[in-house]
């Protein structure tokens, strides 16, 4: 465990009730996570279809969720929107601006759209030191064949935004979620696995345990920062997938 997951762990970045809560697992068995279910989740882009179905699904958990944007008013009036797309319980969700998104948060989510992930991140590094940071953003292209992963210098948007972020903890996750069954009032249960990347194994514990939140999904390790980039350039072939098949189609991993 680094100095920043220890920081993240015990030093009070994270909210007293989810330290509390969210401890260590004590063994090495890699299916003990963590609980969860008290961990505030901040969305930047959150007012996005993809940051906006993550924020629904995690308020209808359980989980206290912030939605972030450079327009305050415009978070919270979406965050009222999501309250009211919820039929059961008090969802606690609330707007606000990226900075107080961030600071207010114990896990944050980056879900904008590649272009604007350097920026988000630079412009966010101060809020976001001692914080895990999950990346969930795909570098793609479009054109008349389709979808295809585009390059990126640092090897995938999760690995930029590490470098960006160093004094954060970044994980790579929910990547080939459905933004279409996300928002779905009709659909109940997102059943796909997650792919849950990073370098900490507290940092990757914890982010698939809230994976594991949200009912028919489940979050399974898929290796190091390093490995991020074939995950997110995957997309490119579940959008053709769906394209073919007029699916919504996710991934499963056989034999865990």
């Known amino acids: 465990m680094n100095r920043r997951t220890r920081g993240f762990w015990q030093d009070g970045a994270m909210s007293d009730q989810a330290a509390a809560s969210a401890t260590v697992p004590s063994s090495s068995d890699p299916r003990e996570l963590p609980d969860a279910s008290r961990v505030r989740v901040g969305i930047l882009g959150g007012t996005g279809e993809q940051g906006r179905g993550l924020a629904r699904r995690f308020a209808m ?83 008349k064949q389709g979808a ?20 954060s903890t970044v994980v790579g996750a929910f990547h080939h979620v459905s933004a279409v069954l996300l928002l779905d009032e009709g659909v109940d249960r997102i059943d796909t696995d997650v792919l849950v990347l990073g370098d900490d194994r507290a940092a990757t514990d914890l982010v698939q345990s809230l994976a594991g939140r949200i009912p028919g999904m489940r979050g399974v390790y898929g290796g190091r920062l390093r490995n991020c980039g074939q995950v997110e350039a995957m997309t490119a072939n ?12 996710g991934l499963r991993v056989t034999d865990v």
Do not use: T
Request: hydrophobic share 45%; charged share 20%.
């Open 61 to 143: 958990a359980g989980n206290e969720v912030i939605i972030g944007s450079r327009d305050a008013a415009r978070a919270e009036q979406i965050a009222s929107s999501v309250r009211d797309s919820i039929a059961s319980g008090q969802p606690v969700i609330s707007g606000a601006s990226n900075s107080v998104c961030a600071a207010g948060s114990d896990v944050v989510i980056i879900a904008v759209p590649w272009d604007g992930h350097r920026a988000i991140a630079e412009s966010m590094r101060a809020d976001l030191v001692g914080k895990v940071v999950v990346d969930c953003v795909n570098p793609l292209g479009f054109d």
């Open 238 to 249: 579940l959008i053709s997938i769906n394209r073919r098949y007029k699916a919504h189609a």
């Open 148 to 167: 295809f992963g585009l390059p990126v210098p640092e090897g995938s948007a999760a690995q930029q935004a590490a470098s960006i972020l160093v004094e």
